[in-house]
């Protein structure tokens, strides 16, 4: 990612939570539109993976709360 989307990221942060809906929203409308190549099962798994091992770090550091 380049800076240009790293300071879009970073002043959406920045947003109070309707206006990230609302930005968020749009965005979604607009990658409607876009095509995108085939996903890999390789990627699905890698992907997978990271999410669940995530969500895992967040239930633990719950847990210690």
Do not use: C, Y
Not at 19 to 24: F, G, I, N, S, Y
Not at 48 to 61: G, I, N, Q, S
């Amino acid at each position: 990612m380049g800076t240009p989307a790293e300071n879009l990221i970073a002043t959406f942060e920045q947003l109070p939570d309707m206006e990230k809906q609302e930005v968020a929203s749009a965005i979604l409308r607009r990658t409607l539109q876009i095509e995108f190549p085939p996903v890999s099962d390789e990627e699905l798994v890698l992907s997978a993976e990271a999410t669940f091992l995530e969500l895992d770090r967040r239930e633990a550091e719950d847990a210690q709360s």
